[in-house]
């Protein structure tokens, strides 16, 4: 976990019942430590100064009452973005598998708030939008898993992901939560590519229908694994408004490799499959945190950096 980057990012409230909950506007201090009484865990307290009143670390959060220290949540964050298993961790760190499950449930909410909180708060600016797809195995391994992910490949930022079948309806959910994320100006105009996969043009037609874009599909051959030939082909749009380096799904593939590395229930010819798509959504979302806020990219680069 090199290279990380430094994000200061406002304090608020998060006492529902204050007066000033969820505002900017106050005053957020660290005043001392508690320790807790059941497993002696030190959590730190803060101030809130327009309320005037304390509030613990974990207080009004998900994991407020779950029997485990921040260091503790840390760790089971940092091996779940490292690939290990629910098991694995819970033997590294001699918990019970059922108590990880639920730190993993718990973590990977608030992993998925701070992403869209943080999104919809700065408005995230897209130009050029890659998705792909993947397929792992489900349950019993008679079912397919697709995940669909969508990543922004000037600043590589992994924008969202969705799982479901080959149907047009998972890159649709893809598209509107895009959509909902987006910071569109009267002047924005996407760049889109995408393997030749259909629903994606299907899903573009529905969701983008407002929004200016250009689409580019790559189709690749493939005779007995190897690649043949990579035909582009222009949807909307021609060659001249998709820049070089764009006219490709080399990003969002990359990114595919990443997360088969870091998520075990994606790795082939293994038994670790996915069983139970709600603990790799939990996974996915404490992945996309560390891919996109804890290891580097260019995301908040300001323009002049870029
Ligand atoms: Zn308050």
């Given at each position: 976990m090199a290279n990380k980057i430094n994000t200061t990012l406002p304090?608020?409230?998060?006492?529902?019942?204050c007066k000033f909950y969820g505002l900017y506007d106050n005053k957020i201090t660290k005043d001392g430590k508690y320790t807790t009484e059941n497993d002696n865990v030190k959590r730190q307290m803060f101030y809130c100064h327009r309320g005037k009143h304390r509030f613990s670390e974990t207080g009004f959060s998900d994991l407020f009452?779950?029997?485990?220290?921040?260091?503790?949540?840390?760790?089971?964050?940092?091996?779940?973005?490292?690939?290990?298993?629910c098991d694995k961790i819970a033997d590294v760190l001699e918990?019970?598998?059922?108590?990880?499950?639920?730190?993993?449930?718990?973590?990977?909410g608030k992993c998925e708030i701070f992403h869209i909180t943080l999104c919809m708060l700065v408005g995230l600016s897209v130009k050029?939008?890659?998705?792909?797809?993947?397929?792992?195995?489900?349950?019993?391994k008679n079912d397919q898993l697709w995940v669909f992910a969508a990543i922004e490949s000037k600043t590589k930022f992994w924008i969202t992901f969705e799982f479901?079948?080959?149907?047009?309806?998972?890159?649709?959910?893809?598209?509107?939560?895009?959509?909902?994320?987006?910071?569109?100006?009267?002047?924005?105009?996407?760049?889109?590519?995408?393997?030749?996969?259909?629903?994606?043009?299907?899903?573009?037609?529905?969701?983008?229908?407002?929004?200016?874009?250009?689409?580019?599909?790559?189709?690749?051959?493939?005779?007995?694994?190897?690649?043949?030939?990579?035909?582009k082909f222009f949807?909307?749009?021609?060659?001249?408004?998709?820049?070089?380096?764009?006219q490709n799904t080399s990003f969002i593939e990359r990114l595919n490799l990443t997360l088969r590395q870091n998520i075990s229930y994606l790795r082939r010819k293994t038994l670790g499959y996915c069983k139970n798509t709600n603990n790799l959504k939990s996974t996915m979302w404490i992945n996309l945190l560390n891919y996109n806020y804890?290891?580097?990219?260019?995301?908040?680069?300001?323009?002049?950096?870029?």
């Open positions: 304090l608020f409230c998060p006492r529902h019942g009452g779950k029997h485990g220290s921040f260091k503790e949540y840390e760790q089971t964050s940092k091996l779940f973005s490292y690939g290990m298993s918990k019970d598998k059922r108590t990880i499950d639920t730190w993993r449930r718990n973590i990977g050029f939008l890659q998705m792909d797809e993947l397929w792992s195995f489900l349950k019993r479901g079948s080959t149907t047009v309806w998972p890159p649709v959910r893809l598209l509107k939560s895009i959509k909902m994320l987006l910071k569109i100006r009267d002047d924005t105009i996407i760049t889109i590519t995408t393997d030749k996969f259909s629903a994606y043009k299907n899903a573009l037609d529905k969701v983008f229908n407002e929004i200016t874009y250009y689409y580019l599909q790559i189709v690749k051959k493939r005779y007995r694994k190897k690649l043949v030939t990579v035909k949807v909307k749009g021609s060659s001249d408004n998709f820049p070089a380096k764009t804890i290891l580097k990219n260019d995301t908040f680069l300001t323009e002049n950096q870029q």
